[in-house]
């Protein structure tokens, strides 16, 4: 079971903040554009830092907490999830705030 530790754990980001989308109705996953102009950026540098220090030899992965998919560049399935899903849960945690406390980006409540 130790090789599906980190899948777990991305796992339990998805389900832990479901329940924002779905109970509080903070709409994120309707918005794909909105959420694909978001993700990307931070996906493509953080990728990239990952594939340099990994060929560079000062990054490594636990292959046996890993399903074991590695792709092109040596980096394990689970590293390139890890880029989407946590910036997921991060803007439905925050859009979830704005939703419950009525606090606006522009400053107006």
Do not use: I, K, N
């Amino acid at each position: 079971m130790r090789h599906l530790a980190y899948v777990g754990v991305l796992a339990f980001c998805v389900l832990g903040t479901l329940p924002l989308e779905a109970v509080l109705g903070v709409r994120v996953y309707r918005q794909r554009r909105r959420l694909l102009l978001t993700l990307s950026p931070v996906a493509a540098v953080f990728l990239g830092w990952d594939l340099y220090a990994v060929a560079a030899g000062h990054w490594a992965f636990d292959r046996s907490q890993l399903l074991g998919v590695v792709l092109p560049g040596g980096l394990p399935l689970e590293e390139v999830l890890f880029f989407l899903v946590v910036p997921t849960a991060a803007v439905l945690s925050l859009e979830a705030v704005r939703r419950v406390t009525g606090w606006s980006l522009d400053g107006d409540p």
